[in-house]
């Protein structure tokens, strides 16, 4: 018992020695750009017909005319990908309804989302023409990023914990005291660009529709603890 209880005084004592440590917080930021070679596109086939039967036979038909206009530009099954299917009813909106009333049902709408990784950028603008004269009539985002993102994630952690490092050495040069070991490190948000989120009805366009590739950008912070040496 006294064996435990003295393990147990060493241990509080390391831990309330370690608490009143000085020590330097830094945060650091990495960011690495790339041209991208991938696109994502989220596109939608949408109708109203007055059943539901007919609705969904006019989805689905538009649907794999949409499908089958992807694969003839050599895009694979595997990136492609139905994301959301919706049936909703119709309501009447005129103003003839008596107070009380039940709205009527004037018809039903349904709504379905295709989510298409495209691995050859050359042939972005043709091929959105091609699915939309193919059926595609519902817009809901583009984002640009890269097939392979693992090494620029890298880059960019390294470029933060080197950001992080400097930071603390000019801190500590600063304040007059000497830099000691890394005591913490925690790495905080980062990742890939964000898609240009939006949602329109597709214009009905028979030219290539340009389409502005630009960079993509992958950023990573880290937090770092350094304790300062009194000496």
Do not use: C, W
Not at 120 to 131: F, M, Q, R
């Amino acid at each position: 018992m006294r064996v435990l209880s003295l393990v147990l005084s060493i241990l509080l004592a390391t831990a309330a020695a370690a608490e009143n440590r000085d020590v330097i917080y830094v945060t650091g930021e990495g960011d690495v750009a790339a041209a991208p070679d991938m696109a994502t596109i989220t596109m939608g086939v949408s109708h109203q017909a007055d059943t539901a039967a007919q609705a969904m036979a006019q989805v689905a038909q538009d649907t794999q005319s949409v499908i089958d206009a992807l694969t003839a530009s050599d895009v694979q099954p595997r990136d492609m990908q139905t994301s959301g299917l919706n049936m909703n009813p119709v309501y009447d909106q005129s103003n003839d309804r008596k107070p009380g009333e039940a709205p009527v049902v004037v018809g039903f709408r349904v709504d379905t989302t295709l989510t298409v990784r495209i691995r050859e950028l050359d042939d972005l603008g043709e091929l959105l023409d091609a699915v939309v004269s193919d059926g595609a009539n519902r817009f809901r985002g583009l984002s640009f990023g890269v097939q392979e993102p693992d090494p620029l994630v890298a880059e960019a952690r390294h470029e933060a914990v080197l950001d992080a490092r400097l930071k603390a050495e000019m801190l500590a040069a600063s304040a007059g005291v000497t830099l000691g070991d890394l005591i913490e490190m925690r790495e905080g948000g980062g990742g890939g660009p964000r898609p240009v989120q939006m949602e329109a009805d597709f214009a009905m366009a028979r030219s290539a529709m340009p389409v502005a590739q630009g960079e993509v950008r992958y950023r990573v912070s880290v937090s770092m603890a350094y304790e300062i040496i009194n000496e």
